[in-house]
């Protein structure tokens, strides 16, 4: 029974470490080591925006004008707006961000190491990053107006520190 | 009666039922194959509001298939 109960115990803390993910008040983890070889922004103190995209993702298409306005308004004052695709084809992912034509960065997580390090728990997701590199809000989908009014309150007061 | 394979069968069932978040599934940023348009509930305006229909007359059910972004469960 004692070896029974190790066995469960072990189990379970294994399938736990497993769901580990990052959350608001962790530092963000370096996105150079989870996307080599992507050509990435500095982003040290910048407050960063990280959003997890793909090009089947009608919610996340939605979403890239209201980036567009934030990188226009914010990218002069400190902002940093970065948009992981998780396409499997890379094809798809470069004909989505040719059509879109945005002005932030757009990199391809084409092994999707970063989306499984962050394991987004819907697309889309983004993570707003402050100026110290603490993850400070985590949005999970995108409602449009409201959302981006929530993005912009929350980059204004990060920028404000 | 030793009481432990049964203890051990009701654990290890309880672990690995469906319930368990920590089981390989498809993640959300896996579901591109999912979101193709063949799996779209309202590829066919017709034929989705004839089944609609079906289901509100005869099964006294309506509503529930508004999920946004086709069969990848996005947002």
């Known amino acids: 029974m004692k070896t029974l109960t190790t066995a469960f115990v072990t189990v379970l803390a294994t399938l736990s470490m497993a769901s580990a993910k990052p959350e608001v008040g962790q530092t963000m983890p370096k996105l150079a080591t989870l996307l080599p070889g ?4 500095a982003t040290t103190g910048k407050v960063v925006l990280v959003d997890f995209w793909a090009s089947w993702c009608a919610p996340c298409k939605a979403s890239f004008p209201c980036f567009s306005r934030l990188h226009q308004k914010y990218s002069g004052k400190g902002l940093v707006i970065i948009g992981i695709g998780v396409d499997d084809d890379p094809a798809k992912h470069q004909a989505f961000a040719a ?3 945005v002005p932030f960065t757009l990199v391809h997580d084409a092994q999707h190491k970063a989306a ?7 697309m ?4 707003l990053v402050d100026r110290k590199g603490v993850i400070r809000y985590i949005h999970t989908g995108f409602k449009g107006a409201k959302t981006e009014e929530e993005y912009t309150k929350e980059i204004e007061e990060l920028l404000a520190k | 009666m030793n009481p432990s394979p049964f203890l051990a069968l009701a654990l290890l069932g309880g672990l690995f039922s469906s319930c ?3 089981l390989v599934r498809v993640q959300p940023y896996e579901r ?3 979101a193709g348009p063949l799996l779209s509930q309202d590829r066919d305006p017709l034929q989705k ?5 079906a289901y509100f007359s005869r099964e006294a059910s309506f509503g529930g298939g508004g999920v946004g972004g086709g069969g990848c469960g996005c947002n």
Do not use: C, D, I, Q
């Not at chain 1, 499984?116 to 819907?122: I, R, W």
């Not at chain 1, 889309?124 to 993570?127: C, V």
């Open chain 1, 124 to 127: 889309p997701s983004s993570y």
């Open chain 2, 32 to 34: 591109g194959n999912l």
């Open chain 1, 38 to 41: 992507a050509a990435l922004p």
């Open chain 2, 49 to 53: 509001a004839m089944t609609e229909h």
């Open chain 2, 20 to 22: 368990s978040p920590a």
């Open chain 1, 99 to 101: 059509k879109e034509k």
């Open chain 1, 116 to 122: 499984a390090f962050f394991s987004p728990s819907t």
